[in-house]
T-cell receptor, first 108, second 113 residues
Framework: GQNIDQPTEMTATEGAIVQINCTYQ??????LFWYQQHAGEAPTFLSYNVLDGLEEKGRFSSFLSRSKGYSYLLLKELQMKDSASYLC?????????FGPGTRLSVLP | DTAVSQTPKYLVTQMGNDKSIKCEQN?????MYWYKQDSKKFLKIMFSYNNKELIINETVPNRFSPKSPDKAHLNLHINSLELGDSAVYFCASSQRDISYEQYFGPGTRLTVT
């Protein structure tokens, strides 16, 4: 299968920086997505990485290393509204696999 | 205007019943998907449709059948509902295939009693 792993829970303080890691199987891999899901709501798209390197989009950045099967989502200047689950997802051919999600709690 | 809509939002039914969940997207996207999110919040793809062709069919029970009358609609029909079918079902769409951003509907919370 296409195992995707990420930490279950993380906690950070408002205004801080947090990095959420994701590892995935490299065989057949196309690209890596990050989605945000607030409790009781639908997932919303954050980023898509195909090539190695860092993609920056406002307070959020996403990094990919294809050779290492590794990605991270970096959230800067954390706000209370960033408390949510962050889902790492990989494209494998015509298949699409989500990781278990990382529930981030931002404390005042 | 809602991009991806689902009905109903909540569905409570008894074991053994047959039910359908409807999904519509007004984005002009080519591909639509159905996902199941269980109680542990694990989001798993069930089906995707591209131009009326099923291109992904995960190992879901054949009690689940997707039906796409046109490019803008992908409905999910479930026969002989079981307790384990209780979950939140999300519909989504993307412009082309899975390498494109997916837009999710609000979800349908199915409870089987």
């Amino acid at each position: 299968g296409q195992n995707i792993d990420q930490p279950t829970e993380m906690t950070a303080t408002e205004g801080a920086i947090v990095q959420i890691n994701c590892t995935y199987q490299t065989s057949g891999f196309n690209g890596l997505f990050w989605y945000q899901q607030h409790a009781g709501e639908a997932p919303t798209f954050l980023s898509y990485n195909v090539l190695d390197g860092l993609e920056e989009k406002g307070r959020f950045s996403s990094f990919l290393s294809r050779s290492k099967g590794y990605s991270y989502l970096l959230l800067k200047e954390l706000q209370m509204k960033d408390s949510a689950s962050y889902l790492c997802a990989g494209g494998y051919g015509q298949n699409f696999v989500f990781g278990p999600g990382t529930r981030l709690s931002v404390l005042p | 205007d809602t991009a991806v809509s689902q009905t109903p939002k909540y569905l409570v039914t008894q074991m053994g019943n047959d039910k359908s969940i409807k999904c519509e997207q007004n984005l002009g996207h080519d591909t639509m998907y159905w996902y199941k999110q269980d109680s542990k919040k694990f989001l798993k793809i069930m089906f995707s449709y591209n131009n009326k062709e099923l291109i992904i069919n995960e190992t879901v029970p054949n009690r689940f059948s997707p039906k796409s009358p046109d490019k803008a609609h992908l409905n999910l029909h479930i026969n002989s509902l079981e307790l384990g079918d209780s979950a939140v079902y999300f519909c989504a769409s993307s412009q082309r295939d899975i390498s494109y951003e997916q837009y999710f509907g609000p979800g349908t919370r199915l409870t089987v009693t």
